[in-house]
């Protein structure tokens, strides 16, 4: 809010000509910076579904499977594992050859040390037994192979 001063003369006392205005500079208006928040805030929401994607993986079709229960640790196999052998624990990447540290980390302090192995419908048996091995490896002492129903149509 502009403060009124009265205007000092020359000689020391009050003019007639008036008041002088002087703006003080503390005062900061905020209302743009809201403005563009709320601008940044609302492009933010609207994008960030878009971009969290998972690991595209074809699972194998099986006629007989059990409902998953429990806490769970899931690696992926997915089809680039032959060429690059990057495996997902969860959501994450990892290198084939940190998943036996990391697996061994995470399931000591399970009571029950299961793990479930998912793997793309165009790996190779051999690749997954890889995996397999490297999960036995760890300590792990039950590894559920994961399956898709059938379409029912």
Not at 34 to 44: A, N, R, T, W
Not at 94 to 111: C, G, P, T, Y
């Amino acid at each position: 809010m502009p403060k009124l001063q009265p205007a000092v003369s020359a000689t020391g006392g009050r003019s007639a000509r008036g008041h002088r205005v002087s703006t003080s500079l503390a005062e900061i208006n905020v209302v743009p910076l809201v403005d563009v928040m709320l601008v940044l805030l609302i492009i933010f929401m609207i994008t960030a579904p878009m971009i969290q994607r998972g690991v595209d993986v074809k699972l194998p079709v099986a006629a007989r499977t059990n409902q998953i229960s429990g806490e769970r640790a899931f690696v992926t196999v997915p089809v680039t594992y032959r060429r690059d052998h990057i495996v997902y624990l969860g959501d994450e990447p990892i290198q084939a050859d940190v998943l036996q540290e990391r697996i061994r980390q995470m399931v000591e302090h399970l009571s029950d040390k299961k793990v479930y192995l998912r793997g793309d419908g165009g790996v190779q048996l051999q690749e997954l037994m890889e995996v397999f091995d490297r999960l036995k490896a760890a300590g792990v002492t039950d590894i559920g192979m994961v399956a898709k129903l059938p379409d029912r149509r």
